[in-house]
């Protein structure tokens, strides 16, 4: 196999066929996607059809807690996962820059299998692109994702109510600090690192604990915590107003936020989910949510209310108020 991608490897050729081949079936080999179809047949499934479809451009693409690969193939399942699905299956399109490192590549393949493995859900069809050098930066993905939603689930930013629980299922803006500091080759101490994870898992574990309670879930991936709850308050037209103590977060996060002024509530997450719940059963929705390794850092954040219609209000620690606007510019470019 060639050290390093060429122009030849992207032109559908016997060169193609070989990267396929010895890398991409190496590791994501499955019956569907070993058909090597311009389309993969699918068998039936009982229940509504989700699909989503997000493109990965982080840099670096090699960072403390993972890489592009698994970054893709996470991000994608937990966009289903949001709206109540079951994943079943996802694509993977690659752009790769002329004159990249094969082995890197190979590992990138490597997690994405591994990743896809772990949650279950697999790679069934693809493509791959190459673009002469100096035209993308190393490798771009994309995946699209399908998921099945059972047809009494309902669960979209349009159904939070007044006096429900807003709860986060675990510490703020650990991706967002890890990408930050891996680009500026910062040292921070402590052991930071990205929380990349499918997060399908702990969605099963709070639809069979209270089906029907839940009326939102969102994960907080680009624009952070306060874009997200800004956009569910503008789509319902409700106060979300949440508790800035309560808000978990690692030491060494928060040091780093503090050192170079920057707000958590606007840093990316790529494995940590808001559910918006009926007050009845927040409580046992939290302890299902405690109970797996996804959720082990849950906590209440807040509560939805009439108080500020469309609007984010915060309690800081200090016991003042804030409106958290959504993210305007973007200080922390191509973190996913």
């Given at each position: 196999?060639?050290?390093?991608?060429?122009?030849?490897?992207?032109?559908?050729?016997?060169?193609?066929?070989?990267?396929?081949?010895?890398?991409?079936?190496?590791?994501?080999?499955?019956?569907?996607?070993?058909?090597?179809?311009d389309?993969?047949?699918?068998?039936?499934?009982?229940?509504?059809?989700?699909?989503?479809?997000?493109?990965y451009?982080?840099?670096?693409?090699?960072?403390?807690?993972?890489?592009?690969?698994?970054?893709?193939?996470?991000?994608?399942?937990?966009?289903?996962?949001?709206?109540?699905?079951?994943?079943?299956?996802?694509?993977?399109?690659?752009?790769l820059?002329?004159?990249?490192?094969?082995?890197?590549?190979?590992?990138?393949?490597?997690?994405?299998?591994?990743?896809?493995?772990?949650?279950?859900?697999?790679?069934?069809?693809?493509?791959?692109?190459?673009?002469?050098?100096?035209?993308?930066?190393?490798?771009?993905?994309?995946?699209?994702?399908?998921?099945?939603?059972?047809?009494?689930?309902?669960?979209?930013?349009?159904?939070?109510?007044?006096g429900?629980i807003?709860?986060?299922?675990?510490?703020?803006a650990?991706?967002?600090?890890?990408?930050l500091?891996?680009?500026?080759?910062?040292?921070v101490?402590?052991?930071?690192?990205?929380?990349?994870?499918?997060?399908?898992?702990?969605?099963?574990?709070?639809?069979?604990?209270?089906?029907?309670?839940?009326?939102?879930?969102?994960?907080?991936?680009?624009?952070?915590?306060?874009?997200?709850?800004?956009?569910?308050?503008?789509?319902?037209?409700?106060?979300?107003?949440?508790?800035?103590?309560?808000?978990?977060?690692?030491?060494?996060?928060?040091?780093?936020?503090?050192?170079?002024?920057?707000?958590?509530?606007?840093?990316?997450?790529?494995?940590?989910?808001?559910?918006?719940?009926?007050?009845?059963?927040?409580?046992?929705?939290?302890?299902?949510?405690?109970?797996?390794?996804?959720?082990?850092?849950?906590?209440?954040?807040?509560?939805?209310?009439?108080?500020?219609?469309?609007?984010?209000?915060?309690?800081?620690?200090?016991?003042?108020?804030?409106?958290?606007?959504?993210?305007?510019?973007?200080?922390?470019?191509?973190?996913?």
């Amino acid at each position: 196999m060639d050290k390093y991608i060429l122009l030849d490897h992207g032109s559908g050729g016997l060169v193609s066929q070989n990267l396929i081949g010895s890398l991409f079936l190496k590791y994501l080999k499955n019956p569907v996607l070993n058909q090597l179809e311009d389309a993969a047949v699918l068998p039936p499934e009982h229940g509504q059809l989700a699909f989503s479809t997000d493109s990965y451009v982080v840099d670096p693409i090699f960072f403390p807690g993972g890489n592009i690969g698994e970054l893709a193939v996470n991000g994608t399942i937990n966009d289903l996962a949001m709206r109540g699905a079951r994943p079943i299956c996802l694509s993977l399109g690659l752009i790769l820059e002329e004159g990249f490192a094969v082995e890197e590549l190979e590992e990138i393949i490597k997690s994405i299998a591994n990743a896809c493995d772990y949650a279950g859900v697999p790679v069934v069809t693809g493509d791959t692109k190459v673009v002469p050098k100096g035209k993308a930066d190393k490798v771009f993905i994309n995946t699209s994702g399908i998921g099945i939603v059972e047809v009494d689930i309902n669960v979209t930013a349009r159904q939070a109510r007044s006096g429900d629980i807003i709860l986060l299922s675990g510490t703020l803006a650990d991706h967002g600090i890890t990408i930050l500091t891996s680009r500026a080759s910062l040292q921070v101490d402590g052991n930071l690192k990205s929380d990349t994870r499918p997060l399908h898992f702990l969605v099963k574990k709070i639809m069979a604990e209270a089906p029907g309670a839940v009326h939102t879930m969102r994960d907080p991936t680009r624009g952070g915590l306060g874009t997200t709850l800004s956009e569910i308050a503008k789509s319902t037209n409700l106060c979300m107003e949440i508790d800035e103590q309560a808000i978990p977060m690692h030491g060494e996060v928060r040091a780093a936020c503090e050192l170079m002024g920057l707000d958590p509530l606007y840093l990316a997450n790529e494995g940590k989910c808001l559910v918006i719940t009926a007050p009845e059963e927040a409580e046992a929705i939290l302890a299902a949510m405690c109970s797996v390794s996804e959720g082990v850092d849950s906590c209440i954040i807040g509560k939805v209310t009439k108080k500020y219609p469309g609007r984010v209000v915060l309690t800081t620690t200090s016991g003042g108020h804030r409106l958290v606007e959504p993210l305007s510019g973007e200080p922390l470019p191509r973190i996913c």
